[in-house]
Structures are given as C-alpha cells and as structure tokens.
C-alpha cells in the first residue's frame, strides 16, 4: 500500500479546504470501500481526511415531514431508526439486505452512495479499465460480464452501481446535500451519478473538492407502500444482479402513484420513469406489470451473458409490485 498523510477534519468547511489543498486526496468514514481498495492498489491517496468525528450523524424530522439522514449515520443505525421503518420501509429493507452486520455497523450514508463498482476488470490493477485508466479499454464488454449493465452503459465502460440503499433513496425522490468551497448547493440523487459515456472515470457529479453532508427524504403523501428485493447468485449477502425498490399508493384496485427504482442492472441506480408513467391509473395485474418494464427497457442493450435480466427484472418486479398491491399493512 502506498504511504499516505491522515488528516482528522475540524469541521466540513475543514474537511473542503483540505480536500482542495491536495488533488489526491480521499475522505475517509467508515473505510469499507476505500479501505479495500486501497490494499487492492486501485485506490492510491496521496493524503486521507478523516470525517469521522464531524456531527454528520443525526437523523431528524423535516418541517415538511421528510428526513434529513447525515452523512455519517452508520448503515446499521439507519436501519433500526424507528421512522425509517415505519415510513419507509423500502430503504431500511434496501440498507438490511445490503452487506453483513459488521459493515454495516461501520459504513456510512455519504460512503454507501458513493461506493465504486464491483466489476472484477475494474478491481484487478494488471487489467486495463477506462475506469482506473482512461482509453485503456474495457475488457468487460467482451469477457466477464454476467453481473453488469444492460442499459445506461457504453461502449466504454459496463460496469454496474453495486449500491442497495442508493435504489431506494432513487425511488424516494431523495435530495443529496452538498458542501464545496462556494457553500451548500442542493442534488437530486439521480443527478449525483454520471453516465459513463465516453469519461467513465468520472461517475459522480462531484468536485474534488466537495464533500456529502446529508441527504433528505422529502414527506411520501397518502398512504404509501415499500418495500425492496434482490436477487443475488447466493443467500449469504452478495450484490444484486437485479433489485426493485417500489413506493405505492393504490386507489381502490387501481395504481394511484408508483415510485420504482432498479438496481443491479446499470451503472447508477435506475429510477424507471417510463415504467411509473405506465402503470398509474392501471390495475397492477401481471401483464399490466410486465408492459411496463418492457417499456423501462427498450433501450436495453444486453451483452452476450446476461441478456438473461431482462426476464429476471420483469418477474422480479411483478413480484415487488403484487405483494404491495395486495398487502395494506
């Protein structure tokens, strides 16, 4: 592992200027990312900021009703959090099902949503990878790629967003507050990640020099129903190959409003806007349910190896849509 300077941060404005004085520096929170990674020599920080004694790790009610989440709220306290369960069911669902009790009791809010890819080409630093190293290609496109992206991907990079919570955060129309030099400026979480295009190296819409504070859940109306599922290779916890987070609100037995993210499937989380235009004001019967996925992925370009999402999402979200719609509680 490469030698590196540690720096505790004072306060966010602290963590910002440190982060501007070196231009490979890292924040480090809970670590279980960039640890990794590090050891692995794709991570080589020339100086670590350490943000773990910053207050960032409350969660409080908003005026409106929402939650404000800090960055530095632990996975494990985000789950058990009495109104996160009880409002939204789909994100402590998502951040249980996401890793095991050990990293979840050290991971953070900030540090889950801005994990990096899983992608084995990506993590082995005698392959090439437009990732690590821009125009050096992707191996991916034409080797292992069972577990990547069928759609938002390029012809660059194919790598998948290996993140649980940040689904449900995308099916909550969650905001993603930001700190940099110039003050706080305000995110939606479906901004935060950039498509991979022809700059796959560049995956958040962050400056070097700007660092996560929290994130707000706005209020969810009526009398919505969560809940997420994963369908990963073993039962033991392992990263989606494909997961549904859907918010529902019925009337009577049709959809009033559908709120659905999926994960495994792209390089971001994939907030299925064409899928929610479909199926609100419809009755969420099966085939009713399968249309609208269809019509999520239309622009699906799937690889020699894992065409095999497709179907998999399909009934995947059938299964997530019918137990809401069927199941008041």
Not at 38 to 44: A, H
Not at 281 to 286: N, Q, V, W
């Amino acid at each position: 592992m490469k030698t590196f300077d540690y720096t505790r941060a004072e306060s966010a404005d602290h963590a910002v200027a440190l982060l501007g004085r070196d231009p490979d520096a890292r924040i480090l929170a809970g670590g279980t990312n960039l640890v990794d990674l590090m050891k692995l020599g794709v991570e080589q920080p020339g100086s670590l900021v350490d943000v773990t004694r910053l207050p960032l790790d409350d969660i409080t009610e908003q005026p409106g009703g929402g939650l404000r989440i800090g960055a530095g709220v632990r996975n494990s306290d985000l789950a058990a959090h009495p109104q996160v369960r009880q409002r939204y069911p789909v994100l402590a669902e998502a951040v249980d099902n996401g890793a095991s009790g050990q990293i979840r009791n050290m991971a953070t809010t900030a540090g889950n949503l801005l994990q990096r890819t899983r992608c084995r080409y990506f993590q082995d630093v005698a392959m090439p990878c437009n990732k690590r190293h821009p125009g050096s290609g992707c191996p991916a496109i034409d080797g292992e790629h069972r577990n990547l992206a069928i759609i938002g991907a390029s012809e660059h990079c194919v790598a998948t967003h290996p993140s649980d919570m940040a689904v449900a955060l995308a099916a909550l129309d969650t905001t993603v507050i930001i700190l940099g030099p110039d003050g706080q400026r305000r995110l939606p979480i479906e901004e935060l990640y950039l498509p991979p295009g022809d700059t796959p190296h560049r995956e958040y819409a962050l400056a070097r020099d700007e660092i996560i504070l929290a994130v707000e859940i706005p209020n969810v109306p009526g009398e919505p129903r969560s809940t997420y599922r994963k369908v990963r290779e073993r039962a033991s916890y392992a990263f989606a190959l494909a997961s549904c987070a859907a918010v529902l609100t019925m009337a009577g037995p049709e959809i009033a409003d559908v709120r659905l993210a999926f994960g495994g499937i792209a390089p971001k989380p994939w907030r299925a806007h064409r899928a929610e235009s479909w199926l609100r004001g419809r009755s969420p019967d099966p085939d009713t349910i399968v249309a609208a996925v269809d019509r999520e992925l239309a622009d699906a370009r799937p690889l020699r190896d894992n065409a095999y999402k497709i179907p998999l999402l399909r009934g995947l979200t059938v299964a997530t849509i019918t137990e809401l719609a069927e199941d008041p509680s």
